[in-house]
């Protein structure tokens, strides 16, 4: 778990995220501004969770840039712990917020017969 913090906290200050976690999830939200879901990949593989998120640039005919403060792009990885059942992870996006629900897997006890 300390690892998933560590690498949390070391990401590109251009991202923008909140942490949260539960008994049974950890739970990443992160502001996209201007980011659609057809711009958007997130998969988890292996023991990483992989964000690539694009934004299309809206430039009036009769404008031109002088300044931009939020990048275009986002692209990022981070691992997971080892208990994340990355089968069942979920993500939405909502208003230029992503939230992705990684779930915990959970031990199991099996009972032995005699």
Same mark, same amino acid.
């Given at each position: 778990?300390?690892?998933?913090?560590?690498?949390?906290?070391? #990401?590109?200050?251009?991202? @923008?995220?909140? @942490?949260?976690?539960?008994?049974?999830?950890?739970? #990443?939200? #992160?502001?996209?501004?201007?980011?659609?879901?057809? %711009?958007?990949?997130?998969?988890?593989? $292996?023991?990483?969770?992989?964000?690539?998120?694009?934004?299309d640039k809206d430039v009036p005919?009769? @404008?031109?840039?002088?300044?931009?403060?939020?990048?275009? @792009?986002?692209?990022?990885?981070?691992?997971?712990?080892?208990?994340?059942?990355?089968? +069942? %992870?979920?993500?939405?996006?909502? %208003? $230029?917020? #992503?939230?992705?629900?990684?779930?915990?897997?959970? +031990?199991?006890?099996?009972?032995?017969?005699?």
């Open positions: 778990m300390t690892g998933f913090r560590d690498a949390i906290r070391e #990401l590109p200050d251009a991202v @923008f995220l909140d @942490f949260l976690e539960s008994d049974d999830a950890y739970r #990443l939200r #992160l502001d996209l501004p201007g980011v659609d879901r057809d %711009a958007l990949s997130v998969d988890v593989t $292996g023991n990483r969770l992989h964000v690539d998120a694009r934004r005919d009769d @404008f031109t840039y002088r300044r931009e403060d939020r990048a275009v @792009f986002l692209e990022f990885d981070v691992p997971l712990p080892p208990n994340v059942a990355a089968a +069942d %992870a979920a993500a939405s996006l909502d %208003a $230029g917020v #992503l939230t992705v629900t990684l779930p915990k897997a959970h +031990d199991v006890r099996v009972p032995v017969e005699e």
